[in-house]
Each structure stands twice: as C-alpha cells, then as structure tokens.
C-alpha cells in the first residue's frame, strides 16, 4: 500500500513539474509577450534595457523558468501587472468567494446525482427512470449560459425571489441571521447552475453504477437473510455503487473549477473565474499564470486521493 | 401418466424422431451484412431516430432555408420604429434585432458557423486522437509514456481556462482559428479511448496472424487494429460533435470566439441578452437551437452505441 501510494505521489509531482513547463511556456508564448505591458513605445532603447532587466527579461528563458519557480514554491508567485500587489494576496483575497460557490455547488450535485441515479437504477424503465433519464439529457445539453440566463430571468427578473449577483446585498448591515440569510440566497441561484450542469452526467453514471450493483448476488443474499429495503439500499447496494462515481468526479474536478469561473463571470461573483476572466482581459500575465497552475495543481490532487480512495476500498488495484 | 407409461407411449425407432433443427424462414434468410445489423438496430432506436430526423432537418434550415428564406442577415434596418425589435410576424418569423436585421436570417447564418465549427473541430479532433493515440497504444514504452503524459498535462487544466488564454492571444476570431482552437484542446479523450482499444486488440491472434503473413506495423495498425476500434470512435465523434458546438458557444458568449459582425449561435445569444426582457426571441430562438442540436447529436450518439455495442449480437 504504502509503496502504491509512494508511486502515485511520484508520478503526480512529475506531471506537476511538466504543467508548470507548459504553462510558463505558454504564458511566454502569448502575443505581447510577458515584458510588452510596462513597455512604453517612446522609451529609448537603454531605458527598454534597464526595464528588461530589473524583471529579469534579459535572461533566457529556463533562467526565469527556474527562478519563478523556486519563487512559486515558496510561495510567491511575482506581482500583478495590473495593481502591482502580490500575486498571493489577490488570490487569498478570492479564495474564500470561490469555495463559497463551489464547496455547495459540489455538494448539490454530489447529492442529486446520486439520489436521481439511485432511484432510476432501482426502478430502472418505470415512468421514474423515463423522466429523469429525459431531465438528464435535457441537463447535458443545456449550455451553462442558457441555463444561467433563463434562471436569472425566471426567478430574479419575473418572480423577485431571488438575487441574481454578488455575494451579498451591499449597503446594508444586518444582524447574524439575515446576513446569512442574505449570503444563502445570493447563492442559491450560481450554485445550481453550477450544479446542474454536472448532475446530468453523473446521474447517468450512477444509475448504470447502481443497475449492475442490484443484479450482484451479495445483494440477493442480503434480502433473503431479511434485511430491510432501506438498509439494503443505503449499505449494501449505495455504498458499492458510488465506487465509480469517484474517480469521475475527480476526473470531472477541473471542468467544475471552469465552470465556476463562467459561473462567476455570468452571476457577478466576486470569485477567481471573474478575476481570470478581468486579467485575461487586461493580460495581467503572473496573475494568469498562477491561476492556470492552481487549478492544474487542484486538478492533480485530487485524482491523486481519488487513486489513493480507490486503492483503500477496493485492494485489486494496488497490485496492478 | 406416470414415468414408464409415457416411455411405453413413444417407443424410440429411428425414423420417427424429428429433425433437431428445422429448417425455419429465420435461418434460411440470406444472412446480413454487419454494417445492416448495425443499420437495422438503428432504425429500431425511437428516440435516436427522432434525433436523427431532427439532425438532418436542422442541417436543411442552415444551409438550403437561406436560398428559401431570401433576406440578408446583415441589412440593417433602422428607418423607423417598427422595424426594430419587431416581435415575431409573418414577415420576420423570428422578429427582429436592435438594428432591424432578420432574426430569422441571422439564426440560418449563424448555425452554419456553429455546426461548421462543431463538425470540422471533431473531425481534426478525431483524426489527431487516432493518431496519437494509436502510437501510444500500439508502441507502447517510451512513445507511449510520453505522449499520455502531454495528454494529462492538457486533461489537469480546466478546459474552459485554456481555451479563453488561448483564444485571447492566439487566435483572430474567425472560424477557422476558433475550429483549430478546440481540436487542438478536445483530442485527448479520443487518444486516451483509441489508445485503449489498442491496447486490447494488439494481442489479439488476427493481428498476430496478419504480422505472421508479413503485414508491417503501419499497415497492422490501421488496416487490421483500428476498423475494430471503430465503434467506440464514431460513438465519440458524435457526442464531441454536440459538446464541441457548446464549447463554442460559450466562448463565443463570453467575446472570445466569434466576434460580430459575424454571428454564431453563441454570439447571437450574448448580443440579444441585453434584451431579454423585451425581445426574448433574440435569445430564446438562438439558445433554443443550441440545446436541440446538441441534444440530438447526443441521442444519436447514445443510439450508435446501442447499435454498435458487439455484447447485442444477433444475426
């Protein structure tokens, strides 16, 4: 086990040490290139030289490679083109407006995916099944705008039940309840576009999941031993159904982080997907760069538990 | 009657036992080509066909409706009141825009960018997983290790990430970069699945018997390996079709794919929000025919697998 783990962790720190070589490259690749944003066309040449220097552009480009990185990994990833503050800051100062979205935004789809997969897989080609499988489809073809768009107008604009962005209504202080009232309600809305988009799919995979658990023998075994229905669902049945669901929501992870970020960017979310979206506009270049290698690092761990989960349930694995 | 009565009753002479298996119309019929089973279960599929039909009738209204349906897409009409943001009528059936042009018109322009785009991205998609994901597959070791790890490197960023830096800095906007934009960032699946089928159907005998007979690898790998991973592949390529066409949209509504004058399903989309309130045509007809399109592609995608799935034999 130890020597499985030892191995996955090896290998997802030489994809992140490749991620950070493309990314770098990429970046540096862009039109306009890194240094072309402080430079001011009637500078003359020695002043265009003294500015390359003190950012370090004048050195080849493993040089910078290297050192950004030995800074990244302590932590300091440059200083914003745009408001010159560190790169850490700003995002630190997001960070907290976006697992606001998207811890719930998870959570729901966790739970809806696998209520809807559960129950179609168990009624499988009732009028239940027919209706959710139909709802399922409608949600993977719905684009996340659409979506966006249509439940901002039907429950903002129409019937006035629900914010359409921000975190927070401005401008006002409320006592503890109705400031959490408030944050809950501007959440409502994201958080299910959010969701949604996700659920679809997996309900899909948690039905077949859950239609192959129910044909199993132990589960037979366990209703002729008497076991209650509810009991042979939840611990019997449920619990080896979700064991391939996990490695698709962690496969999954890094299309929700790009999902939040449009989310953000439609909802007004104070969040890092609309502070991408503002610095891809304005090509502030360190900040661009160090959110690419965020969401890649996110991306990365997370496959690397879900692997490590996968191992721990179902022991086959490690010795493959 | 019991046991040795009914033995008595039938005594066993050679002559009178039936023929074990009859000779039924079922078994005498001409035995169909595999490509006709395929086409048979197709056709048996309600909801792929339906989806189908649906394909090829939106294929008709985006490409012949405009030799039917005459106007311009591009003619501004701003002469007076009226002619902008006309509700649905008889002469515009899909009303108008804040500029006057035909709604209708411009939802027939614009579908052709949108499956031109959807239809051509997979297609060098498909074509780039096959072959990378064929010499991974095939090869194995070395060329294999590499290229899966160029492919995680590009699976570990989220999609829509990479797709906005690149689109703002490398591409102009037009079709074609916006099409070679999202191949060159949607092959992985189809290498990671071409690679797979690879990697089973390699040890197979019939490869084993072609290499015997001195068949050589290029010709092993895509002669004999890869029309028998071909089921997988087109399921693929038609639901990439269907996620492809929402990859632009949405890059197209966030200002990063195609930009006006020219329109796509996604741009339409973005220029009529502003507007929802009082002509919600403007977004309903162009988001309306994003989600039926991919939605068919989708269950037409479902439907080829059912059809394609080797475990449903039959003859």
Known sequence: MTRYIMRRCLQALILLFFLSIAMFALIHLLPGGADAVFLNPRLSAAGRAAIRARFGLDQPVYIQYLKWLGSALTGNFGFSFATNQPVTDILAQRFPNTMELFIPALLLALILAIGIGVISGVRQGTLTDYTLTTLSYFGISMPIFLFALLSQDIFGVTLHWLPTSGTATYGYTFDFFNTVLDRVLH????????????????????????????????MRTARAKGVSSARLLMRHGLRNAIIPLITIVALDLGQIAGGAAITEGIFAWPGMGSLFIDSLEGRDFPVLLAMLLLAGTFVIAFNLIADILYAVVDPRIRYS | MDISERLNATPPTGEEIEPFLELTPELVRPRRSQGRIIFDRFIRNRTAIIGAIFLIVLFLFCFIGPFLWRLDPNVINVDNVSSTFAPPSLAHPLGTDDVGRDELARVMAGGRVSLIIGLTSMLMAIIFGIGV???????????????????????????????????????????????????????????????????????????????????????????????????????????????????????????????????????????????????????????????????????????????????????
Not at chain 1, 189 to 197: M, R
Not at chain 2, 166 to 174: I, P, Q, V, Y
Not at chain 2, 272 to 277: L, T
Not at chain 2, 279 to 300: M, Q
């Open chain 2, 133 to 315: 994901g064929s010499f991974a597959g095939y090869y194995g070791g070395v060329i294999d290790n590499v290229l899966m790890r160029f492919t995680d490197v590009i699976l570990a960023v989220p999609l829509y990430l990479l797709l906005f830096v690149l689109s703002a800095s490398f591409t102009d906007h037009t079709p074609k970069s916006v099409i070679i934009l999202i191949a060159v960032l949607t092959w992985t699946y189809a290498a990671r699945l071409v690679r797979s089928e690879f990697l089973a159907l390699r040890e197979r005998e019939f490869v084993l018997a072609a290499r015997t007979i001195g068949a050589k690898n290029m010709r092993l790998m895509f002669r004999h390996i890869l029309p028998n991973a071909a089921g997988p592949i087109i399921v693929n390529a038609t639901l990439l079709v269907g996620s492809n066409i929402i990859l632009e949209s949405v890059m197209s509504y966030f200002g990063f794919g195609i930009q006006p004058p020219d329109s796509s399903w996604g741009n339409l989309v973005s220029g009529g929000q502003s507007y929802f309130d009082s002509a919600s045509w403007l977004v309903l007809a162009p988001g309306l025919l994003i989600f039926f399109t991919v939605l068919c592609f989708n269950l037409v995608g479902d439907g080829l697998r059912d059809a394609l799935d080797p475990y449903m034999t039959e003859r």
């Open chain 1, 187 to 218: 959440l409502i809305l994201p958080a299910s576009v959010l969701a949604i988009t996700f659920v679809a799919g997996w309900s899909r995979y948690m039905r077949s999941s859950m239609i192959d658990v129910v044909k199993q023998d132990y």
